[in-house]
């Protein structure tokens, strides 16, 4: 792959969106610190989950900044793609 083959970039202007865009990937959800694996579950309409592993106002700041990158790795510990990332 050469740079000028980019597969993917998103750029956004607004605090409010980079949690929207980590959910929507699925990198992200509500699930609490139970070890459920049905995230849906602990999504309650009518009441807070105290108890959800994600709270934004942890980590996006006013110029927050998030960076993905996809990485392919072949070595004898590990072969295949992860992604790295950075808030």
Known sequence: MTTNDQRLYISIAHRQLP???LTALGLFNDSDYLGTTDANSTFA???INYQRAWKSRNFVTFMGNIALERLN???VAYNGS???GNM
Do not use: G, M, N
């Open 82 to 84: 992860f992604i790295s």
């Open 45 to 47: 309409l009518d009441k």
């Open 19 to 21: 949690p929207l865009i």
């Open 73 to 75: 790795c072949a070595s």
